[in-house]
């Protein structure tokens, strides 16, 4: 089945790097993507990676995924207070599984000034 | 981008009425739709997916009866909770397929009182 799992809390100084880490259990994902959320909004698509590769840089976001050990990180440098929010990582399954995305449960990242 | 307007984004309902969740794709039409549920600090739990023109799919466990999904058009899923109970008080979020992923609503946050 799928599961993704990620660390509840992160907590960093502005101006430092975040890293947000996710694991996940099915080997077969095929997408694997991270949303941002803040408070009473919705989701908002940040980047996502195939599975076949292993990095993906946009601007100041860095995604590295570790095949091997299923494990998906997401840094952010420099960091604002801006990017406090809650961070989803998520999977999908395609072909073989369902294509809806199964969510991990958001690590909420406070950035203190 | 695509992007899906979901209204209201807060409604307060007395206990035993029903209230209609609109989300609309603004640019694009969107043949499937998610309904999602979303508990404080918890991730997204799916409730349905919503094909336009015909029955929605329910998740295991949710009561179709008192969530009414209707996906009548290409641009607009509503969902209807039904006889509204406290227990009922959650954020709802819709969300829909678009090339790179998926795009969601702002949510709703429900208050049954």
């Known amino acids: 089945g799928e599961d993704v799992e990620q660390s509840l809390f992160l907590s960093v100084r502005e101006g430092d790097s975040s890293v947000i880490n996710c694991t996940y259990t099915d080997s077969s994902s095929t997408y694997l993507y991270w949303y941002k959320q803040e408070p009473g909004a919705g989701l908002q698509l940040l980047t996502y990676i195939f599975s076949n590769m292993d990095m993906k840089q946009d601007q100041r976001l860095t995604v590295l995924l570790n095949k091997k050990d299923k494990h998906l990180s997401l840094r952010i440098a420099d960091t604002q207070t801006g990017d406090s929010a809650i961070y989803f990582c998520a999977e999908t399954v395609v072909p073989g599984g369902s294509y809806i995305p199964t969510f991990g449960r958001g690590t909420s990242l406070i950035v203190h000034p | 981008g695509a992007v899906v307007s979901q209204h209201p984004s807060r409604v307060i309902c007395k206990s035993g009425t029903s209230v209609k969740i609109e989300c609309r794709s603004l640019d694009f039409q969107a043949t499937t739709m998610f309904w999602y549920r979303q508990f404080p600090k918890q991730s997204l739990m799916l409730m349905a997916t919503s094909n336009e023109g015909s029955k929605a799919t329910y998740e295991q466990g949710v009561e179709k009866d008192k969530f009414l999904i209707n996906h009548a058009s290409l641009t607009l899923s509503t969902l209807t909770v039904t006889s509204a109970h406290p227990e009922d008080s959650s954020f709802y979020i819709c969300?829909?397929?678009?090339?790179?992923?998926?795009?969601f609503g702002s949510g709703t946050r429900l208050t049954v009182v």
């Open positions: 969300s829909a397929t678009v090339r790179d992923g998926y795009t």
